[in-house]
């Protein structure tokens, strides 16, 4: 008995021994430091998709060509006829006709903070798995960068115009871009400029799928094991207000929105699978049984 307890003492002590290393190890840095290291692989994303805007340059506002730098063509009609089937009628279209009168309203102030989270809510559960939920931090990076780079490599192979550049080409009813209308209401017209710069120098047919929609909802899906039911009611709404926003401001299409929760879901399931996979790779292996067993 005594001989057990001496084991079992050791090992806790091990345990405990293993726990501090590693807590060090992981503290070797301070917090800023931690913080450029768990956001330094999103890189990828920025990179891919200066990349992504480089080759559909020639479409658009860009050179005026037919096909991009991949000679994949321009899709202007495809989601718009997508939208009409569901519906009857661009969601876009319709809302805009009963929302937008000229002025900036209280809904275009929701609409634009909405908007604008998508610029950081990538990056803030980033840095909140990587203090907080370290042990899903490598899953975390299987969904984040899987989700975001097969969107982008989608704007390369299936360039699509949103729905204020189909309207400017005259192929659907009238659509203004509009997600930097309500900061005019809220008074804070330089965000309001500093949207409007953003959005020119980014890509104009960036729509499908919508990466705005999927974030949001990848957001949910992935902190949703981890979160209280009213947290997961929040996360949900987020998601759904987001979509709205995107409709109604002329960004994406709704199949724009479905591709990109699409996309979301099949990220999500990457990572978990990943997960199990790490799992199976890393569980102790069953001794061998001796040979004389094997031998009888």
Not at 21 to 39: D, F, K, V, Y
Not at 145 to 154: D, H, K, Q
Request: overall charge negative; charged content about 15%.
């Amino acid at each position: 008995m005594t001989d057990v307890r001496s084991e079992n003492t050791e090992n806790a002590e091990a345990v405990d021994q293993r726990g501090r290393t590693a807590t060090s190890e992981t503290s070797r840095h301070g917090p800023i430091a931690q913080l450029l290291i768990a956001w330094s692989p999103l890189s990828a994303i920025l990179v891919a998709y200066w990349v992504a805007q480089w080759v559909t340059a020639p479409l658009g506002r860009g050179e005026g060509a037919d096909v991009n730098r991949v000679g994949a063509p321009l899709h202007v009609l495809g989601p718009a006829r997508a939208d009409e089937r569901m519906f009857g009628a661009v969601p876009t279209v319709w809302l805009q006709e009963r929302l937008v009168d000229g002025s900036a309203q209280w809904y275009d102030a929701v609409a634009a903070l909405v908007y604008v989270t998508h610029f950081v809510s990538l990056p803030v559960l980033t840095a909140i798995v990587w203090f907080c939920l370290r042990e899903r931090f490598r899953e975390w990076l299987v969904a984040v960068l899987s989700f975001a780079l097969v969107g982008i490599a989608g704007y390369v192979l299936y360039p699509a115009a949103p729905p204020w550049l189909a309207s400017e080409r005259a192929d659907i009813g009238r659509v203004d871009r509009i997600s930097h209308l309500g900061w005019e209401w809220l008074q804070v017209d330089a965000v309001a400029r500093l949207t409007e710069l953003g959005q020119q120098g980014s890509n104009p047919v960036a729509a499908m799928p919508s990466l705005h929609a999927g974030a949001a909802l990848l957001v949910a899906l992935f902190v949703w094991p981890s979160v209280a039911a009213t947290a997961r009611t929040v996360l949900l709404a987020y998601a759904l207000a987001m979509a709205l926003t995107l409709v109604y401001t002329g960004e994406h299409y709704v199949v724009d929105v479905l591709a990109g929760w699409a996309l979301a879901g099949l990220a999500v399931s990457a990572a978990v699978l990943a997960r199990r996979a790490g799992r199976r790779s890393t569980a102790p292996s069953r001794p061998c049984p001796p040979t004389d067993e094997v031998l009888s």
